[in-house]
């Protein structure tokens, strides 16, 4: 019984012992659209992680949690966005997409809860980072109202984000044509989907009537 007791317990120790360890996140989607557990995280096409739940919470959203390998912990950052896709190597399976919008930043910490991203949402984010680079104060600004618009329904920011309109506002009408022509026709209707799912989120707070500022806002820039 002895031999056995302690063959039990080696056993135990080696399956601790081999458990993967990395950067465990929980990401927040409207639609997991097939998404399962064990289906796979990836990062510029390699295998950096998995999907290890995923559930519906009484908040009235669905929660993802995933783990991703130690050595790619770095590829998760604060400028980095969360989406699922069809994964490219496995038919008929989804997997979660990592895409950095800029390179650097600062890491997640362990445990940490991300707001999900849809592809057209990452794609278009992936896009104002590279406008960020042509229009000098005017990119920034608009890098600016997307980062604090990521910081809601947690923090009471809703009065900022209409400040960071305003000042937009303020940035096109020194712009060239051009340049006001390419916010008008590709980032506003890039905004105006963001604001309804800010809207759909504040829904479960009771606060959705908060956007009519920042909607009332935008239309002026349609008009600058």
Do not use: W
């Amino acid at each position: 019984m002895k031999k056995i007791h302690i063959a039990f317990i080696i056993t135990i120790f080696l399956l601790f012992a081999c458990e993967e360890t990395g950067l465990n996140l929980k990401i927040r989607f409207d639609r997991i659209q097939g998404l399962q557990a064990d289906n796979r995280v990836i990062f510029e096409s390699n295998h950096v992680g998995q999907v290890t739940r995923v559930f519906y919470s009484k908040e009235g959203h669905y929660r993802v949690d995933l783990i991703i390998k130690e050595d790619f912990a770095n590829a998760a950052t604060e400028a980095s966005r969360f989406y699922i896709i069809n994964d490219p190597q496995a038919a008929g399976k989804k997997a979660v997409e990592i895409l950095q919008l800029r390179k650097g930043g600062t890491p997640l910490a362990d445990g940490s809860m991300v707001e999900g991203s849809t592809r057209p949402s990452a794609a278009y984010q992936k896009m104002l980072e590279d406008f960020d680079k042509q229009a000098g104060k005017l990119g920034k600004q608009l890098q600016q109202f997307f980062e604090d618009l990521s910081k809601l329904p947690e923090s009471d920011e809703v009065k900022q984000l209409q400040k960071d309109l305003e000042e937009l506002g303020r940035e096109m009408e020194k712009a060239g044509k051009a340049t006001r022509d390419k916010i008008q026709n590709e980032i506003v209707p890039m905004i105006k989907e963001e604001l309804e799912r800010l809207k759909k989120r504040l829904e479960n707070f009771g606060r959705e009537k908060e956007v009519e500022p920042l909607e009332k806002q935008l239309e002026k820039l349609t008009t600058t």
